[in-house]
């Protein structure tokens, strides 16, 4: 006996989904996403078609870094002197290069101790650098700090080295005015990487003076900029580019290799898909930073790959003209608009190791240009000012070693620490004609 059906469709469950192919509701789906959502379908073709010549950078994710204990103790090694030189700075910008210890705690923000109230423990911990003495000032005379005769001596051959200078430190800033979308940059913003390039801090006065052709000030409504006033195009030649292959390897046979090779930095391992991008970028055409430096002028998006190759190569030209090859990264990021770089910057500078470092030590992270260093994380070519400043390193080495073996030196330490714990808020005999 057969058994009928019910004729009333309302009785029976829709089952046309449940038996239906399998290719045939996934050709449903995608008709119906392409049809419903156009737009998205169009971006996602453009995406695969992207994908399948050049890896995205955005696929990449997150770099994690590496660290590389050769480049880092350079930062540990400068900020162990960073408190020196801040304090060196300062009391030479005065007239007779002294200050009264009460007047210091106005400068606790530019100092930057490790301790607010330690200022007078952080003097005594360099003797071989600051000297205490007393001026003999109504009613009570005043104690004041100075640098000493070897540290004195230091200062005005630094100074006679960057006045002798002048005409690199006139290359170096016409280079970045070159480097900058309206050949122009805030003196605000240039005071702050004056350091980093070795130019003097009156370098505006100075070098403008000298090299009115070159340079001239101009008003802005953001402030007095630096105008480039002519362009010189011995000057607007960019490093060679940085490229795969066997002379990088340094290889004696010149053949090319069976399988693309990357050289990174010793202990330095990443991904398959990130090399692969690495050497793809290392094969686009080199951008000269300098052909056009504004970047809606190129004939790419601002986020192409194209534009993060010229940022890279806009990156090395400024860490070439440091001292040390390296520069903090806030520093760049404040001529972000004026050379065109990206908004992630850091995230650009992690994802090319092999051209640059991030060190993480400090207080403020720090790039370094990986070619300026060899192997063992030395400068191929040091700076005249670097002379300088390892003879400094030795006087603070000297002045450690007989503070911390003195027992006397630093029971005196607790005793003006506990005179000064009263703060000073006047000023307004810091800079009196009368005595400084």
Known sequence: MMLRLPETPQLLPN???RFTSPIRRCKDSLFFRSVATPRAAKERKVCILRTTSFVCASSLGRVK???DRSLDRHIVKSNKVRFVQKLKTLLLSTPKHFLPIKALHKFRAYLAPSNPSSIPRMIH???TVFELFTIPTPPVPSLCVRLTQAAAALAVKEFELK??????AAAKLQKLLMLSSHRRLLLSKLGHLC????????FCSRLCNQFPDRFKVVETSYGRALELVSWDSNLARSLPSHEVGSDSLGMIVDRPLKF?????????????????YLIKFSKLPHVCPYESSNVGDLD???ESVEAEKRACAVVREVLAMTVEKRAPIDHLTLFRKDFGLPNKLRAMLDRHPELFYVSLKGLRHSVFLVEGYDDGGELKEKDELLVINDKLMELVREGEAFAKGNANFCDSIEEID???DVRYDGLDDLFDPGWV
């Open 15 to 17: 089952t046309s989904r």
């Open 65 to 67: 870094p590496v660290r």
């Open 125 to 127: 911990r360099y003797p």
């Open 163 to 168: 006045s002798n200078m002048a005409v690199i």
């Open 195 to 202: 350091p980093d390039l070795g130019l003097p801090v009156d």
């Open 260 to 276: 693309e090779h990357l050289r990174l930095r010793k202990g330095l391992n990443l991904k398959s898909s990130h090399k692969d």
């Open 300 to 302: 790419f998006p601002c």
């Open 418 to 420: 506990d005179e000064l």
